[in-house]
């Protein structure tokens, strides 16, 4: 079982940057992928970024890439997603997921493919 918390949204302006959170329980944590993905009102969640559990391989949505970098701490049972250059469509709330690891890449920018996840944190990214 893995229990995740996000944490580190907000309001900020476009441009800005800001560091989401996500605190994991659960001694497999290390086994997992994690993901982070995002959600706003009528509109699907979607991915966003993934790492594996090694943090060997990092994933992300062609929409966030060269912004946003997501990275893991084992040991202290964390992953974070930096976001830089932050554009107003970036609004939305962010969930940190996870699972276990996939055999194929594609499984790592599924959303149904997640089993564990958050509560959601708010960004809102103002012009």
């Known amino acids: 079982q893995v229990q995740l918390v996000e944490s580190g949204g907000g309001l900020v302006q476009a441009g800005g940057s800001l560091r989401l959170s996500c605190a994991a329980s659960?001694?497999?944590?290390?086994?997992?992928?994690m993901g982070w993905f995002r959600q706003t009102p009528g509109k699907e969640r979607e991915f966003v970024a993934a790492?594996?559990?090694?943090?060997?391989?990092?994933y992300y949505a062609d929409s966030v890439k060269g912004r946003f970098t997501i990275s893991r701490d084992n040991a202290k049972k964390t992953v974070t997603l930096q976001m830089s250059t932050l554009k107003p469509e970036d609004t939305a709330v962010y969930y940190c997921?996870?699972?276990?690891?996939?055999?194929?890449?594609?499984?790592?920018?599924?959303?149904?493919?997640?089993?564990?996840w958050g509560q959601g944190t708010q960004v809102t990214v103002s012009s």
């Open positions: 997921a996870a699972r276990l690891t996939p055999t194929t890449v594609q499984a790592y920018y599924d959303t149904t493919t997640y089993r564990y």
């Open positions: 659960g001694r497999t944590f290390s086994t997992y992928v």
């Open positions: 790492i594996s559990w090694g943090a060997g391989s990092t």
